[in-house]
């Protein structure tokens, strides 16, 4: 289990990596995830990457009750509708679309409902 959840971790370092510069695919969920991973399989990984210069506080902000930052808060929401969107398209059977749609709708909830990071200028 514990090299499971390295490898998702390391995973999802990579992808919140991309995220940063790739402006299709979200930063904060997946560095989220990686720490949960980290935390569980490597008390190393995890204080490296909570305390690292460019990625913690992306971590310790939301971990800490300051909130998400509104380009994320935006990009999740747009991303997750898109995808639901498309998935609803392609996918025929009424029960599967009822089940994406209210999941999309509950994650949307949440994520409205998390406060908004607002960094001092």
Known sequence: MRYLL???GWLSVALGVLGIFLPLLPTTPFLLLAAACFA???P???HWLVN???LGPWITDF???EGIPLK???YAIGLMWLS???SCYLVPLFWAR???LTSALLVSLYILRQKTLRRPR
Do not use: T
Request: hydrophobic content about 45%; overall charge positive; glycine content about 12%.
């Open 6 to 8: 390295l490898a998702i």
């Open 40 to 42: 569980r399989s490597s």
């Open 44 to 46: 190393r990984f995890h």
């Open 52 to 54: 690292h210069p460019r």
């Open 63 to 65: 971990l800490n009750g």
């Open 72 to 74: 994320g808060k935006v």
């Open 84 to 86: 639901i969107g498309v």
């Open 98 to 100: 009822a089940f994406m």
